[in-house]
């Protein structure tokens, strides 16, 4: 099964809305545009705009059970062989690029996982891909077929991310019903093919740090250490001139920053573990004007994390400091040193859009999009 072969029908089940989206031929305009950009840097050269292979459409499930395109996920290859993936949001309301990267398609992903694909195969109307956030994709599975899925709710459905296992009921990575779809009558023309084919990407300011190291946690053991202290590792590695592979200090931050069996780490215990690991570091928590410190820290030359919640049911309403966060652990954290202020105001009208270069924990590395409508992320800076 490759391509849209192992997806859904879009007509095959009548929970899925047929609402309006960007078309596949202008998604893949604009993932090509993006692709020919990034092939100019060097963590992406081995990307050839011309190597889009088949899409896959990913939906996001709103409060009420309503599922509704949200991405359009194109695995890219060279000479028949996957190097990477760029995911294009299919909303009318929200288009431009979500992640470029150099790590498997999540659909790829399932194809690699045969326990997963005979789960997923028992879905009545076939397989249903979900996106959850830029740093997890996803997809549905009957509960009664995911082993030890401890939030499962009887009869529901369950969500399974793609690249990390983490599973929940699809109701917790639901999303209202105003951060799916606004406004569906007014911004149904709003993307063009020709206005798609008359923008190309830009920059009006960049900024990276050279020497960060890129480490595959997933080779420090049969337990996973965790993302955090594996992305923390990361910065500290840059600082302290560590250029291998360090497993003995993610397992310390591990450790240190009271990261649990499944790998999760509370942000509040974060900055506590940094400094007991060494007091002249300066640990600390963004919740607020996240965008300009990263920014500020990559400026600074301090590579930082980045972390998104797996739980998109998490009211950012209702947090004012990161106190307020005591007890919710991250659902995946990523090192970032590398950011683009795009110069693409049909993406993002209010505020340039900011591009970040991460290394993803797993030696992979990604480019993440932060709008100013991005929303349940924090950063987690290490200031030597």
């Keep these: 099964m490759t391509g849209s072969a192992l997806g859904m029908a879009e007509g095959n089940s009548a929970a ?45 499930v709103s409060e ?105 009921p699809i109701s917790a990575v639901s999303k209202p019903e105003s951060t799916i779809q606004t406004d569906r009558e007014s911004t149904a023309d709003r993307i063009t093919l020709e206005e798609v084919k008359e923008t190309s990407f830009s920059s009006l300011s960049t900024e990276s740090i050279s020497g960060v190291p890129n480490w595959d946690a ?26 291998s592979r360090d497993c003995d200090l993610m397992w310390e931050l591990n450790d240190l920053m009271g990261t649990n069996s499944d790998g999760e780490t509370v942000p509040t215990d974060f900055d506590d573990g940094i400094e007991d690991y060494d007091s002249s570091y300066s640990a600390s928590n963004t919740v607020w004007e996240r965008r300009s410190e990263i920014k500020n820290q990559i400026d600074s030359g301090n590579p930082c994390v980045i972390s998104h919640w797996f739980n998109s049911s998490l009211d950012k309403s209702e947090i004012d400091d990161v106190e307020d966060l005591k007890g919710i652990a991250v659902g995946h954290s990523e090192t970032a040193y590398e950011y683009e202020e795009g110069d693409d105001p049909v993406w993002n009208p209010t505020e340039p859009t900011l591009y970040v270069t991460t290394h993803d ?24």
């Design 218 to 243: 997933n080779l420090c053991g049969p337990d996973w250490v965790g993302c955090t202290p594996a992305a923390s590792s990361m910065c500290i590695g840059y600082h302290e001139n560590i250029s």
């Design 64 to 168: 009420t059970g309503t599922y509704r395109p949200a991405a359009w996920v194109y695995p890219i290859e060279t000479d028949g062989k996957e190097v990477g993936h760029i995911a294009v949001s299919a909303r009318p309301d929200s288009p431009g690029v979500i992640r470029c990267s150099t790590g498997f398609a999540p659909q790829t992903q399932l194809q690699h996982n045969r326990t997963l694909q005979s789960e997923v195969g028992r879905l009545e109307d076939g397989v249903r891909f979900i996106y959850n956030n830029p740093m997890c994709f996803g997809v549905e599975v009957p509960t009664t077929n995911v082993a030890g899925a401890e939030a499962a709710e009887n009869g529901k459905s369950t969500f399974v991310d793609l690249k990390h296992g983490f599973t929940a």
């Design 361 to 384: 924990t797993y030696g992979d590395i990604n480019e993440i999009t932060l709008k100013s409508t991005t929303l349940l992320f924090l950063v987690q800076s290490i200031d030597p």
């Design 16 to 60: 899925v809305v047929r609402s309006d989206r960007i078309s596949e031929s202008i998604a893949r305009q604009i993932a090509k545009s993006r692709v020919e950009h990034n092939s100019t840097r060097e963590q992406f050269s081995d990307l050839n705009p011309e190597g889009l292979a088949q899409p896959e459409l990913f939906y996001s």
